[in-house]
């Protein structure tokens, strides 16, 4: 038994644009549509031989991944072919040759009408009208402040610049360039454990010229926390959310420093509780966490996305244990796909066949009536984002 949603409308909260990729070989396919896929084994990137073994070994770790599995089987379903690897790919390429209409018809299959696109990733940025043109659903851009970061380190300019530089940047792609809110990737960079008191005009300029002196130390970091709160403050004035990346991510980020947990003191803080915050990937593995954060800080919201689909079978648990804590009206459906449009399909197909379980459970359960629980599941799939960046 489980809660019908197939027919219901999806949003993608959180994932990233991409073009056309043409044709794949199978190898190529395999690597852009794992887990860290991103196009090039990492293995094999970073000065190590490119040589078969190392390849082959790489190809294993992906092709054996329970989220591929399915994936292929799930492919297969919608192209009407053998669940075999090398034939799904045949089919793909056959059928991107008319990619506009292969992107229709793939989210047409899955009911995904939305996609919340962060476009700090991949870099060179990906234009945002190019994607716009190729894909068929509405794209809300999402503005990510690290590349704005390292692009003001590189410029030979001092405090007073950088901050101009850095607040005139965010108005504008806010306010003039259809940008719906930030991303931030500090978890990545130098972890959640941000102190609100890092607002204080001080620390950015401290840290800055500590930065050029070469004498840096922890300035990084200080520079990093100062620009998150000064975000903060920017979305709160601009009225947009901010996604902060939380939990799981590729090989770059610092697992032990991106627990939702450690953003409790910032986002309590009096000025910064205002803010709209969404805590993508709802810190998987730490995802009762950030359900747990949802509940306390009026605020504060989850996404479940690269959990789903990249944790497979964890699909039913990551949301249920997510709403342990988290109010229905505050957990909203993502998949962080990137690369190439299978990925989002992907993972729209297992996030509702997933979320369409755990409801069934929690009405098994007395918890919800059915009727809830289908107004529930398209509040999760696509309400609650469009209530949270306000479109429809
Ligand atoms: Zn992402």
Redesign the pocket.
């Known amino acids: 038994m489980t809660i019908e949603l197939s027919h219901l409308p999806a949003v993608d909260v ?1 994932c ?1 644009p991409f073009l056309d990729p043409g044709e794949m070989s199978v190898e190529r396919f395999v690597d852009a549509f794992s887990f860290s896929g991103g196009g090039v084994p990492f293995m094999t990137a970073g000065g190590l031989p490119h040589d078969q073994a190392l390849i082959d070994e790489v190809q294993g770790v992906r092709r054996n991944a329970l989220y591929h599995r399915y994936a292929i089987r799930q492919l297969a379903r919608f192209f009407g072919c053998a669940p075999v690897l090398a034939e799904v790919v045949a089919a793909r390429n056959a059928a991107s040759r008319d990619y506009a209409n292969y992107t229709k018809a793939l989210y047409g299959a899955c009911g995904l009408a939305t996609l919340v696109t ?1 476009f700090g ?1 991949p870099l060179p940025a990906v234009d945002v009208d190019a994607f716009k043109a190729e894909i068929a659903a509405q794209v809300i851009p999402i503005y990510r402040i690290e590349p704005l970061i390292v692009e003001l380190l590189a410029a030979p300019i001092g405090w007073a610049e950088f901050k101009r530089r850095y607040d005139e940047t965010i108005v504008d792609v806010i306010q003039n360039q259809g940008f719906y809110g930030l991303k931030s990737v500090i978890a990545y960079r130098t972890g959640l454990d941000v102190s609100p008191l890092s607002r204080t005009p001080d620390q950015g300029l401290q840290a800055l010229d500590a930065i050029r002196r070469g004498i840096g130390g922890n300035a990084m970091k200080k520079l990093r926390d100062h620009l998150l709160c000064r975000a903060l403050e920017l979305c709160m004035e601009l009225d947009v959310p901010m996604q902060i990346h939380t939990g799981m991510g590729d090989y770059e980020v610092n697992l032990v420093a991106c627990r939702p947990a450690l953003l409790m003191d910032l986002l309590r803080f009096p000025t910064f509780r205002a803010c709209k915050v969404l805590l993508v990937h709802t810190g998987y593995p730490y995802h009762a966490e950030a359900g747990y954060m949802a509940n306390m800080l009026p605020r504060v919201y989850c996404d479940v996305s ?1 959990g789903i689909p990249f944790a497979a079978h964890a699909a039913e648990r990551i949301f249920l244990e997510t709403l342990e804590m988290a109010p229905l009206n505050k957990v909203c459906f993502g998949t ?1 796909g990137y690369t190439m449009p299978e990925i989002n399909f992907v993972g729209t197909m297992l996030g509702k066949q997933a979320l369409g379980r755990a409801l069934q459970r929690l009405v098994d359960e007395d918890l919800l009536d059915k009727a809830g629980a289908l107004e529930a599941g398209a509040w999760i799939l696509a309400e609650n984002a469009q209530r949270l960046y306000g479109f429809v």
Do not use: C, L
């Open positions: 959180h990233h962060d990733y690269e962080d």
